[in-house]
């Protein structure tokens, strides 16, 4: 399961209405690449494939693909709108490795 803060979710939220679209949902998924392996994505989406993992938390549905859910467990999905950068953060407790910019990490 991801965890979804009061924080990303108001900034979810906030970007879905933009979308105008009805039925969104928080898309995070892992791939190959980044400084350190593996990047983390995020999407907003509205539709759901079979084999894909959905959950609801804090009021919001994230959907992972089957492969990405191993390397997703138990993180933390938080957005920043600090001086240091403004953007979605994922806290993942998986995570061995981390690039400075929070973008990559490796397992």
């Known amino acids: 399961m991801i965890t979804v ?8 939220l906030r970007l879905m ?3 105008g679209k009805d039925g969104l949902f928080i898309r995070v998924g892992v791939e190959g690449g980044g400084c350190s ?3 983390y ?6 539709e759901e ?5 959905s959950f609801e ?3 919001i549905r994230v959907v992972v693909d089957k492969k990405s859910f191993l390397y997703l467990i138990g993180t933390i ?6 001086l240091n950068g403004k953007g979605f953060i994922f806290k993942n407790p998986n995570a061995d ?9 490796s397992v």
């Open 57 to 59: 938390d804090n009021g």
């Open 37 to 39: 392996g593996l990047m």
């Open 77 to 82: 999905l938080d957005f920043s709108g600090g």
């Open 5 to 12: 803060t009061d924080a990303a979710k108001k900034q979810a």
């Open 41 to 46: 994505q995020l999407t907003f989406d509205n």
């Open 49 to 53: 494939k079979e084999e894909d993992k």
């Open 97 to 105: 490795r981390t690039c400075g910019c929070g973008e990559s990490f």
């Open 17 to 19: 209405d933009d979308e």
